[in-house]
Each structure stands twice: as structure tokens, then as C-alpha cells.
């Protein structure tokens, strides 16, 4: 693959530098943002050589290339385009810049609630396996010294979640991590009533004197309406996580003005207390109670339509819709709150993995049914990762550009969810769909028969009604033909260019040529005068004395062919130049000529190396066989 | 980072056979060595990169280094231009 042309066109494709605001890449894909999409053609794209699938997510313009490849594209890119090489940090920062309000904020919530996820998950492990291992009646498991301690063990994380959130979140929103913990250890903290044991509408009322939870009036008994006037509730805040990262929020904004204004030597004495102590007293006095009835309402909306079969079906089949868009960052907020109420199950995810596992059985028969081998090859790892819970490749890569079987997905999904919320199964974690669900799970067999249903479901649907488009594959086809009668070659093989004798590498009368410093591969002793393509590909360098030229074949084998040793002092005579730097050529096409007697005559050897320069790429270079050769005859292959 | 210009004094400009030993005494190294000739540039590591740029006698090229022992092979490149090119 010629990487400096895959970049150049794409750089083509999406507008020019101009339009560029930032590239990155990750282990797949390059990673752009630019200034106007419309500019940018996706179908081109995709039909460039080496693109797998392009598709746009998060602000950013995603154009999926390939592990190994994708860095060297990259390389190329930055270095035609001008930019400096981006982060993906950097990247995705301009691209939330570009977002609106409520998708940054939602944004927010899945940057907060995902880097805990290792908590959440050894802990919703460890009590699932706990609960499974209790239920058997004949282990006698229930009540034994194990089962308490890792009973203990497993509802540490939830029993503190604030605590957790509220580091997460410190960093997230730039407050300082220490001080974000201990406004997290105070909503929690021992002398405070459990918040498991209060409700919400308790803590508010509580504020106008009317429920038993005992109150601190901070400022006496003055009254406004009934609401005394700086009243604290003396319950805590387990069981709930939005209250928390509001009050962080705050901590981080008045944190950083106060950094701003105090002068450097006081800061320490000043900063940390002023805003703990201001943070804390918004944070019991109003943003405690306030959120903590709001994330109440919500979690009992979404638990009301999770757990009843209707609103299961309807959330199925927009879950991956909210996928598409970004949203479903928002639903670990929701599922840590589940966990986080007092005997809380995460009745989400069983939803979430109908969702998810129908996109797999969607994109595997799209991979079952097309005759495209790039498909194919995307299709399939597509799947297999979407059944493991991450739907992104299956989703972008497959499912939405054929759209049906997106379509088909959400079908699957819909009666999936509804037969999740039939057979009532919930979670002990979140972060975790597909396969590696069974280890969250209270009923492993009704799980099973979900993964069933929505991934056949879905399955069945695309191979159905999905029918191949071939119109587009064969518009490409022929622009290809048009341009080159290409020869039938086989790859990862080097033909001979000449003809001639064959002869070892190592039989070079050149110390630099024979020790192989600039590439493996072998020597011809010309017969003719006249150096042909070695294989279809692109030459990427003849020098301007016409003695040496460079090729690249298009499956990445870069060739240097080099006729006669030291022929550069003959500047250009007795050579002549048929290409140019990055003309197309097949195999067999003419590349140099030269005069062999001349150039004898004037004292060199004629011995010409063809070597590949990026023999670190292979791992094997096979020797040839020495002796006479015609020019198109295998001359050897290499493998990776 | 460390950068330098360095005018070709070798008669035949960079060829294949110093590009070769430039590829291969930059691989001593972890550093990324980037040449650089007007707009054009390459990578040292990549001698058929480096041979495309045409580097002629009497023409300037940058020379970039950088990475955590770029201290260390600076010299040593620097060395090398002023020995072989």
C-alpha cells in the first residue's frame, strides 16, 4: 500500500489543508477534525485504497485504516497536510468545543462514571458471584464467616460510592482530587443518618420542619414560607452519585477563582478551606436535596420503563439510536444510581445488552452474507466485538452505512428489551453487556435465552431483507481498469526485471550491497539494456542520473533496483529515464534503459542489486534461484 | 529536539549507498531523525524516502532529532554528515 498517496488523497477528499482543523490517530483509525463537513466526501473516502470505512462520531471525522497501517498513514499525513501531530486528547477536546451544550454536558456524565468502572466491575463481579454462590442452598454458603467478609468486600464500593464519583469527577472538573474526596467522605459520613433509610422527599420536607429526620438550623428558626432559613438535613447522601458531581462542580469553579485572585504565599491557607467550606455548605443546604429528588424522579422514569415490557421494547429500540448519537455515555449515570439506592440492581443493562448483541447478530449476518471480502473482514471481528459489548465497529463500520441492517438491529433489540423486562433480569455492575454479562447477572439461563432472542432476531431480519449494492464496488472497478491493464501477479513476489544471471547477494563485489545495509534480496547481471516494473506498484524514486529507481508494489513491498555498482559517478550517462516519481506502472512496464557495453567500457560493474529497503517490514526474503533469468520470471517472495 | 543545517559537500549528493549507512546509524539510535530539504522531507530510517528527496551537492538539508537520547545521537549524526557527505 502506498501510504503517502492514501494520505495525500484523503487530505484531497476532505477539502484540503484548509478545511483541516486536527489530526490524531488510535490503533485503527485517523481521527480529523475539520472545519466543514460538507466539504468532505465520505463515499470518495471510503473508495480510496486502503480505507476500510469512514464515519463520523463525536465531532470528529473517523476514517478507519487499519492496525499497523494506520500510523504510517498518519505519518504521511501530517507531514503533506502541515499540521502538528495532535493528541487524541487534543483531537477530542476540538471536537466537544464544536458541541452543543446539552451533548457536552452528557459528555460529561460518561467521562465522570466510566474511568470508575474498575471499582464498579470487581465489585459487581465479586457480588454477583456472592449471590450465586448464597442461592445454592446445599453449600450452606449463606451466614459463613467467607460469605460475610466478602459480602463486606463487594458492598465497600457501593456503600461509598460518592466517594468514588467525587474523585472522578474532581478530575474531570479540575478540582483538586484530595479536597474532592473529602466533600465525598462528608456526604457519607458516619454521624450523618444513612441515606439508604431517607427518602428524598423526606430530606426536602425536612427543610420545612415537617418529617422526624433531625436538621441543624444554622441560622436559628427563621422562616420563608414554611423554609427554615439554612436548614440541614442530617442525612447522608449514600445511594446517590449526581448530587455529588454537582457539588464538585462547584468545588472546581469556586477552586479556580480562588487560585485566580489569591496571591501565591496565602493560597494554601486560603484556597483549600474557603472553597471546602463554601462548597459544602451550598452542597447540604440546597444541591443535595434539590438533585437527589431530581435523581430519584429520574432513575424511577427510567426504572418504570425498563422493567415494564412496553416501555423495554420502545427503550430497545432507541438504545441504539442514542448510541449513534453519543447518549449512551449518560446511562452508566443511571446505572451507577441504581446500584448505588439501597439493595439497588442495574435493571438497565439487560436492555443495553439486548441493544448491543443485536447489533452483533446484524453485522455477523452481514458478514455471512456478502460476497465483499473487505466486508467480510470488518463484518465479522465487528460482530465478534459487539457480542463482547463494544458495538462501535458493528454500528459505524457496518450496520449503519447499509442502514437495514441497523434497522434489523433495532428490531432485535426492541424484543430482546421487552423479554428483559418480562423476565425481570437485572445486574450487579454496569459497564459490562454481551458474553462477559453472565458474570453480572441474577439468572443466568433467562440471560442466555436474551442473547438469543435479540441477537437472532436481528440475525435472521439482515440476512432476510439485506441484499449486497454491488453498483458502487463496480464504478470503482472500472475507474481502476481505466487508469491500468494491470498484469496478473502474485502477491508478495518480487519478478525479475531483466534478463540475465542471477546471482547471491552476498557474490556482490560491493561491501554496502553484499552486507545487505541497504536492503536483502539478490543481484541480476543484465544481459539487456533495459529495466522493467517488477511488479504493479508505484515508483516512488528515480534518481535524476537515471542509474536507480524505486519502486513501491501495491501490496507494500518498497523495491530499490540498482543498476551497476557505483554508477552514480556517471551522472546520467549511458542512462535513460522512462517514468517519473509517482507515475503507476504494471508489471513489465519500462522503467530505465541504459547501455550495458558503455558503461563496462567506462570501468563499472554492471551487477545490479534489486533489494527490498523495508526488509524490517518481512520477516522472510526466500533466495532466489541463481542462474539464467528472463525478464517477468518470479524472482523471489517475501513474507511478513 | 535538536536541529541542524548541513550543506552537502559529496559530489554525487545522497545516493544509495549513504543513504544506506545514514539509515543504518540512525537505527543505533531510539530518536526519530527527520531530513528535511525545502518543503520536502523524510525520515532517515526510510532510504528510499531519503533517496526521493534528490539531495544534490551544494544543497542545504535539516537535519531533526528527536527523542529521549537525541543528546547522545545528535553528535553522532552530525559526525556522520561530516564524514560521509
Known sequence: ?640 | MIKFDYVITDAVGIHARPAGALAKKVKEYQSKVVIGKGDKSAEAQKLMAVMSLGVKCGETVTVTIEGDDEEDAAPAIQAFFNENL
Open chain 1, 1 to 640: 500500500m502506498d501510504y503517502r498517496k492514501c494520505a495525500s488523497d484523503i487530505l484531497t477528499e476532505i477539502g484540503g489543508k484548509d478545511n483541516l482543523v486536527s489530526a490524531a490517530h488510535c490503533a485503527t483509525r485517523l481521527r480529523l477534525v475539520i472545519a466543514d463537513n460538507a466539504k468532505a466526501s465520505k463515499e470518495k473516502l471510503e473508495n480510496i485504497d486502503g480505507v476500510k470505512g469512514v464515519f463520523e462520531a463525536a465531532g470528529q471525522l473517523q476514517i478507519i485504516i487499519g492496525t499497523g497501517t494506520v500510523n504510517k498513514v498518519y505519518d504521511e499525513f501530517i507531514d503533506l497536510a502541515g499540521v502538528a501531530a495532535a493528541s487524541k486528547d487534543d483531537v477530542k477536546q476540538a471536537a466537544a468545543a464544536k458541541q452543543p451544550m446539552w451533548k457536552r454536558a452528557i459528555k460529561t456524565v460518561g467521562d465522570v462514571f466510566v474511568p470508575i468502572l474498575p471499582a464498579i466491575v470487581a465489585s459487581g463481579l465479586l457480588m454477583g458471584i456472592v449471590e450465586a454462590l448464597g442461592k445454592i442452598e446445599s453449600l450452606n454458603f449463606n451466614g459463613t464467616a467467607w460469605y460475610q467478609f466478602l459480602d463486606m468486600m463487594s458492598a465497600t464500593a457501593f456503600a461509598f460510592l460518592p466517594v468514588i464519583v467525587a474523585i472522578s469527577a474532581a478530575k474531570v472538573f479540575g478540582a483538586n482530587i484530595y479536597l474532592g474526596a473529602v466533600l465525598g467522605l462528608m456526604m457519607v459520613h458516619p454521624s450523618l443518618l444513612n441515606g439508604w433509610n431517607v427518602g428524598s422527599e423526606d430530606a426536602i420536607m425536612s427543610m420545612f420542619g415537617t418529617t422526624s429526620i433531625p436538621t441543624w438550623n444554622l441560622f436559628g428558626n427563621i422562616q420563608i414560607g414554611g423554609y427554615v432559613l439554612g436548614s440541614i438535613s442530617r442525612h447522608g447522601y449514600q445511594g446517590h452519585v449526581i448530587p455529588i458531581v454537582i457539588a464538585i462542580w462547584v468545588l472546581a469553579k469556586i477552586e479556580k477563582w480562588l487560585h485566580k485572585k489569591v496571591p501565591e504565599m496565602l493560597d494554601l491557607f486560603v484556597v483549600p478551606i474557603t472553597s471546602i467550606f463554601l462548597t459544602s455548605l451550598v452542597t447540604f443546604m440546597a444541591i443535595g436535596p434539590v438533585f437527589s429528588l431530581l435523581e430519584n424522579y429520574v432513575l424511577e422514569g427510567a426504572k418504570f420503563l425498563i422493567t415494564n415490557p412496553f416501555g423495554a421494547v420502545v427503550i430497545g429500540a432507541l438504545y441504539p439510536v442514542t448510541v449513534v448519537m453519543g447518549l449512551h455515555h449518560m446511562y452508566n449515570g443511571i446505572e451507577s444510581g441504581m446500584l448505588a439506592q439501597a439493595g439497588g440492581f442495574n435493571t438497565w443493562m439487560p436492555v443495553a445488552t439486548a441493544a448491543n448483541f443485536a447489533q452483533a447478530g446484524s453485522s455477523l449476518a452481514v458478514g455471512i452474507k456478502s460476497k465483499n471480502a473487505k466486508t467480510k473482514s470488518v463484518a465479522i471481528p465487528a460482530a465478534l466485538s459487539a457480542s463482547l459489548g463494544i458495538t462501535e465497529p458493528a454500528i459505524f463500520g457496518i450496520n449503519l452505512r447499509y442502514m437495514k441492517p441497523f434497522v434489523c438491529a433495532m428490531i432485535g433489540a426492541a424484543v430482546g428489551g421487552g423479554f428483559a423486562a418480562y423476565a425481570g433480569l437485572k445486574a450487579t455492575a454496569y459497564g459490562v453487556t454481551g458474553f462477559p454479562g453472565f458474570l453480572i447477572i441474577t439468572n443466568i439461563p433467562a440471560y442466555a435465552l436474551l442473547l438469543l432472542i435479540s441477537g437472532g432476531v436481528a440475525f435472521t431480519l439482515t440476512l432476510i431483507f439485506w441484499n449486497e449494492e454491488k453498483k458502487e464496488e463496480k464504478k470503482i472497478e472500472s475507474e481502476k481498469t481505466e487508469k491500468t491493464v494491470k498484469a496478473e501477479t502474485k502477491e508478495n513476489t518480487v519478478y525479475a526485471p531483466c534478463n540475465g544471471e542471477v546471482i547471491l547477494l552476498e557474490q556482490v563485489a560491493d561491501e554496502t550491497f553484499a552486507s545487505g545495509a541497504l536492503g536483502n534480496g539478490c543481484a541480476i547481471v543484465p544481459k539487456e539494456g533495459v529495466v522493467k516494473a517488477p511488479f504493479n506498484g508505484t515508483v516512488t524514486m528515480v534518481f535524476d542520473t537515471g542509474h536507480a529507481v524505486g519502486l513501491m508494489s501495491d501490496d507494500g513491498i518498497e523495491l530499490l533496483i540498482h543498476v551497476g555498482i557505483n554508477t552514480v559517478e556517471l551522472d546520467g550517462k549511458h542512462y535513460e529515464k522512462l517514468v517519473s516519481m509517482g507515475e503507476k506502472v504494471s508489471m513489465g512496464t519500462p522503467l530505465l534503459k541504459f547501455d550495458i557495453e558503455a558503461i563496462k567500457a567506462a570501468g563499472y560493474d554492471i551487477t545490479t542489486p534489486v533489494i527490498v529497503t523495508n526488509a524490517d517490514d518481512y520477516k522472510n526474503i526466500d533466495k532466489p534461484n541463481t542462474g539464467k533469468t528472463a525478464a517477468g520470471s518470479e524472482l523471489y517472495t517475501v513474507s511478513k
